[in-house]
């Protein structure tokens, strides 16, 4: 069955990176786009980051365009999230995301999550 | 961006009731709408996409309808496993934008 699994999470200071990973299995992540979606504590769900199944195109929310990027490494079957020069407002949990629709789309239904990777900026 | 206006927050609700939440778009966004179901401490899962299509496997007391600007997403006969917060997603143009949830209790 299709299963996500988000790694890299931690406590850091602010300014400081974090590189965060998405395992996926049960599917053949080549023919997918991937994208990560966060949730501040006690709060709704933000839209973060998409790539495109072959990682060519890629989008960004305003408020981390500049200091985020999104990549994947489809012959190992994940996609990371590199998180630079973080700020606290950054707190919260990340998941990535499939795509529920194959290959060219880049927007739909998120149709399959991770559980999430915890990321707590603080000094 | 386009905002995504969702109603109520939170609900007071009891086992066996009908239930209606509203999403509204800033814009016309046609059918472009997701909801999810997102309990404690857990990733959201998908219930119903392009605003009426019940995702594979999600019980069929879940329904969705609407397009354009107006939407709503109803729980037919509520069952105790329901009780979670749901959230409608725009994705007729990226950012995907999210409604800020409805959050359901027990009354």
């Known amino acids: ?123 | 961006d386009i905002q995504m206006t969702q109603s109520p927050s939170s609900l007071s609700v009891s086992v066996g009731d009908r239930v209606t939440i509203t999403c509204r778009a800033s814009q016309d966004i046609s059918n472009s709408l997701n909801w999810y179901q997102q309990k404690p401490g857990k990733a959201p899962d998908l219930l119903i996409y392009d605003a009426s299509l019940l995702e594979t496997g999600v019980p069929s007391r879940f329904s969705g309808s609407g397009s354009g600007t107006d939407f709503t997403f109803t729980i037919n006969s509520l069952r105790p496993e329901d009780i979670a917060t749901y959230y409608c997603q725009q994705y007729d143009h990226l950012p995907l934008t999210f409604g800020q949830g409805t959050k359901l209790e027990i009354k």
């Open chain 1, 1 to 123: 069955q299709v299963q996500l699994v988000e790694s890299g999470g931690g406590a850091v200071q602010p300014g400081r990176s974090l590189r965060l990973s998405c395992l996926a299995s049960g599917f053949p992540l080549r023919n997918y786009a991937m994208h990560w979606v966060r949730q501040a504590p006690g709060k709704g769900l933000e839209w973060v980051a998409a790539m495109s199944y072959d990682g060519t195109t890629d989008h960004y929310a305003e408020s981390v365009k500049g200091r985020f990027t999104i990549s994947r490494d489809n012959s190992k079957n994940r996609v990371f999230l590199q998180m630079n020069s973080l700020k606290v407002e950054d707190t919260g949990i990340y998941y990535c995301a499939r795509l529920g629709s194959i290959v060219a789309a880049m927007r739909g239904r998120l149709d399959s999550w991770g559980q999430g990777t915890q990321v707590a900026v603080s000094s």
